[in-house]
């Protein structure tokens, strides 16, 4: 079952992990499953590669390449599904350097 976007959530810095975080949730399911993903500053560099690989830059391409994120995301949890490695406790995919390309 693909990640379905959630509009309404707001991406977040998580400065310990060198990432940007969102909700998305799994389509389909009842009650609601949402799921944390988290893009890496670096995956998220190679979206555009003339931004400086920081905070600011990855928000930057985060807002401005949020559907290939999404789609990106939804695809890693199709052909994998959830991180082993959970996020406070949630559900989480993890976008690295490759997952973006």
């Known amino acids: 079952m693909p990640l379905i976007s959630d509009g309404k959530s707001k991406p977040?810095?998580?400065s310990n992990s060198r990432s940007i975080g969102v909700w998305m949730s799994v389509a389909g399911r009842s009650?609601?499953?949402?799921?944390?993903?988290?893009?890496?500053?670096?995956?998220l560099s190679q979206l555009d590669p003339t931004n400086v690989r920081d905070l600011h830059g990855a928000?930057?391409?985060?807002?401005?390449?949020?559907?290939?994120?999404?789609?990106?995301?939804?695809?890693?949890?199709?052909?994998?599904?959830?991180?082993?490695?959970?996020?406070?406790?949630?559900?989480?995919?993890?976008?690295?350097a490759g997952d973006l390309t």
């Open 31 to 43: 009650p609601i499953q949402p799921v944390r993903v988290l893009a890496s500053y670096e995956a």
């Open 59 to 96: 928000l930057e391409n985060f807002d401005r390449f949020r559907s290939q994120v999404e789609a990106a995301a939804s695809r890693k949890f199709d052909s994998h599904g959830f991180d082993a490695e959970k996020y406070e406790g949630m559900p989480a995919v993890r976008l690295r």
């Open 12 to 14: 977040l810095s998580h």
